[in-house]
């Protein structure tokens, strides 16, 4: 779907040539922010929902998401979250308020297929994760003095981090990094002294077998197909 990368690098002065693969992901619209030293572009396809241009971020500035993917499960959510706000108009506009309400467990209530990073300006920390199955890859390059995130291993070696920095993330895991910043986020000072705290399991598996039928499997896979085609999508293709 979509596709993003966010480093302490400098990417604005290079974007065309960092953006160059992530781009066709998203030909829709390339939104950029430049905040708390760091740089953020995201690159949109828009499939569902309104048009919803990232990275999404907080009022203060103090925290900021990139996504890709679908979260299917964002009304149910948003139930939770923000039962008296405005809905949802994107399944994306979740995500800041998950980790705002849940902290490190918040890509654990989350059903669907996905990538995400969420930097913490105010706690100097980022966290970033996949869903379950690490359908939709995420590429982490980290050294004591620089730190990026992307869809792809090529937008990280084009901003500049060494080869062997870069490192693809597990599924169903949560990474939690620290920095250093001297200054708050409206500083454009590069934070340094990037480390990583700790690593969580996302969803917890029961794999004990004790089925003696596929009605389960089969119920699952229909739950699959359904959540993954609802009516709304096939009239919006009916209708071109």
């Known amino acids: 779907m979509c596709s993003f990368i966010a480093s302490s690098l400098a990417l604005m002065v290079r974007l065309a040539f960092i953006n160059f693969h992530l781009r066709f992901r998203g030909p829709d619209y390339t939104g950029t922010k ?44 948003q139930q939770e979250l923000r039962p008296s706000g405005r809905p949802y108009r994107s399944d994306g506009e979740c995500v800041l308020e998950a980790y705002h309400t849940w902290g490190e467990e918040f890509a654990s209530h ?18 970033v994760s996949t869903d379950v199955f690490g359908i939709k890859p995420l590429f982490v390059a980290m050294s004591d003095e620089a730190f990026g995130v992307s869809s792809y291993r090529s937008g990280l070696e084009r901003a500049g981090h060494p080869a062997a920095s870069i490192s693809q993330l597990d599924a169903n895991r949560v990474y939690i990094y620290s920095f250093e910043a001297s200054t708050g986020p409206d500083s454009q000072a590069r934070p340094h002294s990037f480390r990583l705290l700790r690593s969580r399991e996302g969803v917890s598996w029961d794999l004990r077998q004790h089925k003696v039928t596929t009605d389960a499997w089969e119920g699952a896979f229909e739950e699959a197909v359904r959540k993954r085609t609802p009516v709304r999508r096939w009239c919006d293709v009916a209708r071109g």
């Open 110 to 127: 989350f059903d669907g297929e996905f990538a995400i990073a969420v930097f913490d300006l105010h706690r100097r920390q980022i966290l």
């Open 34 to 77: 430049q905040i708390g030293g760091f740089d953020f572009v995201h690159n949109l396809l828009h499939m569902t929902g309104a048009f919803t241009p990232q990275p999404f971020v907080s009022a203060d500035n103090g925290t900021l998401a990139l996504f890709n993917g679908e979260i299917y499960n964002f009304r149910t959510l």
